[in-house]
Every structure is written in structure tokens, then in C-alpha cells.
């Protein structure tokens, strides 16, 4: 009898981001087999997916072209076993706190009849290319990680904020260093001696964070780049808006009004959109969909809220959801959009992805539909569909870098 391998192609080892192929081999012909993936996030979190395949007449399975019968998801999908994974735990997103450690993916083969394990591998999906050097940041009141890439620089320089909920996120910006860029994961609060609670966004801090970024060796400037997502979209326009050297923002699903708490710049305050809690929905799992809560910043009861970004001469990318359930995402890009037309700008570009949910992330991120929400106190509808919201993310990931090098390189 043949023996049964798992293999994991090119190699058991890759980057977060990047694509695996999984093959089956030594199977009798067509025999069914299910085939099973799970991870523990730093949380301590179960993650889950599984599928069940058929084999070929030589005894083959490769996930690659073969379609999934059923499980998690049906059909050719060859990552479905990582963006498919659900937690054990409901409305929890996958944490990875350390990033100098891989994400670690069981994969096993099941006999699709008794259970009975047959073959098993681990997908050790790393952050850090060999030679990244990741350097904590304590630089006046600067706090963060910066991510220099292996080889001769200097490189373009890219800041990325995620700061809602507090503390550091380092996943998006090592994988983006990966491709050639400087990148400072920057905090805000919730952050070794940075405060836990903060009363305003102060953009001072982000501008001294700049400066720190364009004067470093290893970036080339003098332009640099934002990325955003979410509550962090309002404050990446902003810093375009008020700030110089900032040549190439993307914001991915925010706002073009300031939410949560005041923005102050110098002299300048830019108070929260007033939530409107009537429009608050309840679904009948008794999650809070939260969609139409934050309103119209151009209202004219509103309009203190509204980001001047006809003050930026950065090129600017909104990336957006159109089944975004945390606020009205491609509403609030096409006003911006609108915004910088109307004062004779066109150095931008929005691109739409339908039945994609809020969180885009990069690839193979699970999919995640629900989660507690820092602002609301309690979970929250996310909106999108799985296999849409995988494919949004892996053409972000492509189109911002492409950004990027675009209009930083040529700075």
C-alpha cells in the first residue's frame, strides 16, 4: 500500500502573504478525504476550517484545482483552508502580537469515512524575510516599530496606523517591508508609556512621527507614505491634509469626517460626528449592526467634523467595502472623492470591492465577520461574504503596493 503524504508546496515555510500549494498523494483512486486546517492565534484562540475532497484516479488530491465537495466552502479554492477559518470562540479576530514568530497552521488529512487521521503538516507562515531588521522606536514622545527591509538602501518610508483599541499591530507593516519600504508601525495609546486613555487625537504626535520617518538614513524621501484603516482613514486625511512631506495616503474603508474623539492640531479642533443612535440596528443574533450610525460630515450641522482634505497635495487611495456594516465606507470615499474634484484635484483614485466586509487585511487573513468593537463596547456586525472579501484583499495587497512605489519612488 502506497503511503499517504501531505505536502505543502514550495515549502513548509513561506510569508504570510503568500500563496501554498497542498497536495494529497498515495490515495486510492477516488477515495474521499477530508481535509482539515487549525491554528492558535496569541490569544489562545481556535481557529477552524475543513473541506472534503475526492481523489483522482492516480490517488491525487491537489487543492489546487480540485474542487471542495463540501465543509467550510465548496469549489476550487486554494487558500479556502486558511481564509476559511472560523473561530471556536464566537465574534473573535485573530491576534498575532509577536510577529518575530510565525503563525503556525496545522493541516491534517482525515479519512472521509472514519475520521481516522491518514497525514498531517504545519504551515509556519512568517512575517520577516531573512535579513528584516525590526526596530522598536522611542524617539520623544514617538513609540512604535520600524520594519527595515534586507538589502542597500535607502528605501521609501510608509507610516501605518491602526490605532483604535490601543496598543501596536505590527502584522501589515512587516509584510509590507517585505516588498521594499521603510514602514513605522506607530502607536497611539494603550502602548508601553504612551497613555492607556487619551482625550483627543493629537496630530502633533503624528507630525513629529513624520519627522522622525524623513529623517532617517535608511528612507529616501523627502516624500512619504500613510496607510489606514478604519478610525485610522480620518486621521491619515488629516495628516495629508495639515502635514507636509506626505506625498501617497491609502485609506482603506474610513471616514472623510473625524469619529470618536477630537482632533486637535496647534489651534485647530476638529470635534467627532455625533453618533445616531436611532439608526442602531439589532440583528437576530443579537449583534449590533452599527452601518448608518455615523453621519453625513457635510451636513452643515456637521460640517466642523469634515476633514479639509482640499488642503493635501498627496495622491490619495480610498479602498473600499461596499458591504462594509461598520459605517457607509464607499459613501464617505466618494464624498472625499467629490471633495478634492470640486477644487480641481484629480491625483486620486477609489477603488470598490462589492460583498467585501470592513476588516481588509492581507492575504489569506481569515475572514472575519464580527468582532468587539473598542468603540461600541460590545461586538459588532462587520459585514462581507468569505470568498469576496478573500479576493478583495488579495488585490489590495497588489494595488497598494503598486501605489506606492509609484508615488514614492518618483518623489
Known amino acids: 500500500m502506497a503511503q499517504i503524504r501531505l505536502k505543502i508546496l514550495p515549502s513548509v515555510r513561506c510569508l504570510f502573504d503568500k500563496l501554498v500549494q497542498l497536495k494529497v498523494e498515495g490515495l486510492a483512486p477516488h477515495k474521499t478525504v477530508e481535509l482539515r486546517s487549525r491554528l492558535v492565534d496569541d490569544k489562545g484562540v481556535v481557529f477552524k476550517a475543513s473541506a472534503l475532497y475526492k481523489a483522482d484516479e492516480k490517488g491525487l488530491v491537489d487543492v489546487s484545482s480540485a474542487p471542495s465537495l463540501s465543509g467550510s466552502y465548496t469549489g476550487v479554492e486554494p487558500m479556502g483552508l486558511w481564509w476559511f477559518m472560523v473561530p471556536d470562540t464566537p465574534h473573535k479576530k485573530i491576534v498575532k502580537k509577536n510577529v518575530m514568530s510565525p503563525t503556525l497552521v496545522d493541516i491534517t488529512v482525515h479519512n472521509g469515512v472514519t475520521g481516522e487521521v491518514l497525514a ?11 535579513g528584516m531588521r525590526r526596530i522598536p522606536v522611542q ?19 510608509i507610516i501605518d496606523l491602526y490605532i483604535l483599541g490601543g496598543g501596536l499591530n505590527e502584522q501589515r507593516a512587516s509584510l509590507l517591508a517585505n516588498k521594499g519600504f521603510v514602514v513605522l508601525a506607530l502607536a497611539y495609546y494603550g502602548y508601553q508609556d504612551l497613555p492607556k486613555n487619551p482625550k483627543n487625537l493629537d496630530l502633533e504626535y503624528f507630525e513629529e512621527a513624520v519627522n522622525f520617518l524623513q529623517k532617517h538614513p535608511e528612507v529616501r524621501g523627502p516624500g512619504i507614505g500613510v496607510i489606514s484603516m478604519s478610525h485610522s482613514g480620518a486621521l491619515a486625511l488629516s495628516m495629508a491634509s495639515f502635514l507636509s512631506g506626505i506625498t501617497a495616503t491609502v485609506c482603506i474603508n474610513g471616514c472623510s469626517g473625524n469619529t470618536v474623539i477630537p482632533l486637535h492640531y496647534k489651534d485647530i479642533v476638529i470635534p467627532p460626528l455625533p453618533p445616531v443612535y436611532w439608526k442602531l440596528k439589532i440583528r437576530k443574533s443579537w449583534l449590533i449592526d452599527i452601518r448608518d450610525v455615523t453621519p453625513d460630515p457635510t451636513l452643515k450641522k456637521n460640517r466642523a ?79 462581507g461574504e468569505p470568498k469576496a472579501h478573500s479576493e478583495a484583499q488579495l488585490d489590495l495587497w497588489e494595488r497598494l503596493q503598486k501605489f506606492f512605489n509609484k508615488h514614492l519612488n518618483n518623489c
Not at 498531517?120 to 531573512?130: D, I, P, S
Not at 493635501?312 to 478634492?340: G, K, T
Not at 468593537?373 to 462587520?382: I, N, P, S, W
Request: net charge negative; proline share 8%; hydrophobic share 40%.
Open 120 to 130: 498531517c503538516e504545519t504551515n509556519e507562515r512568517e512575517y520577516l524575510t531573512e
Open 305 to 383: 467634523s469634515l476633514i479639509p482634505i482640499e488642503r493635501a497635495s498627496c495622491h490619495f487611495l480610498f479602498a473600499v467595502s461596499e458591504d462594509d456594516h461598520n459605517w457607509r465606507s464607499a459613501f464617505f470615499a466618494e464624498q472625499a472623492a467629490s471633495i478634492l474634484k470640486s477644487h480641481g484635484k484629480q491625483s486620486f483614485e477609489v477603488v470598490c470591492y462589492p460583498k467585501a466586509g470592513h476588516f481588509l487585511e492581507v492575504p489569506h487573513m481569515p475572514f472575519c465577520p464580527s468582532s468587539f468593537h473598542a468603540a461600541v463596547g460590545r461586538a459588532v456586525v462587520f459585514g
Open 139 to 157: 524617539d520623544g514622545r514617538v513609540r512604535g516599530v520600524l520594519f527595515i527591509p534586507p538589502g542597500k538602501g535607502p528605501f521609501p518610508g
